[in-house]
């Protein structure tokens, strides 16, 4: 598959040729199932788009029955970056229902095949997007993180994601999940491609409050040559398994030959984030999923009277992983538990960030796995508990709002991909593309 470097450089005509043999090749697969719809119309490069990201007079459904037939009334900010730069979006991808999950089991539309062998998941919740770059179906797709789930998923299908620090890049247009969390990002095959599809869609947003006022690109001054000093994270490793410790050996040697200085340091038990993350996530996601009440958005199932018809809608419309959230989101919230779990949690948010900026003084980068093993087979996380405790390498990263990026290091005993994510300091995304070109070119990762 050519890259994106490479497509941004072809004539109209040979884009709409190639667009026409990438969906031929689409169709020729459809157990993949990582596209839920394709659409070669439109002139640029095309992009493959998370099914929560709004393109204007097409359907967006998050994944979820309660979406079904919605059809969005205008682009996401970031979809209009897309077009100012020559790029269209042609598919959208599968993903967990709401972007609730690790698998994109949960998906309403069917799960994804991981590419490299279709007994395993492509990860979540952006497995779709994840699927179609490693299959050789996307130039480059766009993700949706809220933890972990652009990071996470590439990992598992072999190729390079990236959330950005949160405020970089617009959530206008996108399907709420959890607001504080979450961050749209790149999906590629390559880290430059990355810095390139990052530079496009990033920059500041006055439709979305929480968007920075920053617009400094990273593509045109990436430096692989910079020497960086990057914490390891001896104690944090004892938990991944073993193809997962082999990997973060090798890139801490290749780090050390391309001459970067490696510290080790500590982050907290990771208990912390997960509980943290799930209290803050799901209160958010509660609050976020109000509006799916049958009269204004997408499917309906009116009941007997109104209070009936919102019943019915959202009884029938949401899968079992977005009740559970919805459940526990309000237990969280309800005004005897709110300062036990929600308030805590907030305190807990803190004291993660605030490791993090301890750790950043003197480090220019932190190096992590993103999960603890490779890609599970499907059903193999039995109880919804061993799916949330599989996050516990991916979400502190969301919690305290930083850049990082997940690429391929090698591959597990059973063939299957493992990558590792580099974290950088809020809005550093330069030194992070930098440290992350650095380790891809030393790594030299085959398919
Ligand atoms: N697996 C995590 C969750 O289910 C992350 C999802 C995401 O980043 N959207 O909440």
Known sequence: MITLKEALKLSKDELKKFKEDLKSKIEAKPELNAYLDVNNAGDGVPIAIKDNIQVQDWSVTSGSNILQGYIAPYNATVINKMAKAGLTPFGRTNMDEFAMGSTTESSFYGKTLNPHNSDYVPGGSSGGSAAAVAAGLAIAALGSDTGGSIRQPASFCGIVGMKPTYGRVSRYGLGAYASSLDQIGPMTQNVEDAA????????????????????????????????????????????ASEDIKKAYELAITELKNAGHEIVERELMDAKFDISAYYITATAEATTNLARYDGIRYGNRVTGTNLEDTFIQTRSNGFGDEVKRRILLGNFVLSSGYYEAYYVKAQKTRHIIKDQYAKIFKDVDLILSPIAPGTAPKFGELKNPMDMYLSDLYSISVNLAGLPALSLPINKGENGMPVGLQLIAKAYDEQTLFDGALSLEKQINYTK
């Not at 599809?197 to 006022?213: A, F, M, P, R």
């Not at 617009?215 to 004892?238: C, F, G, M, Q, Y």
């Open 196 to 239: 390139i599809l990052y530079d496009i869609i990033s920059g500041h947003d006055e439709k979305d409050s929480t968007s920075v006022n920053m617009n400094d690109k990273v593509s045109d001054k990436l430096d692989a040559t910079r020497k960086l000093k990057i914490a390891v994270l001896p104690k944090h490793i004892e938990n």
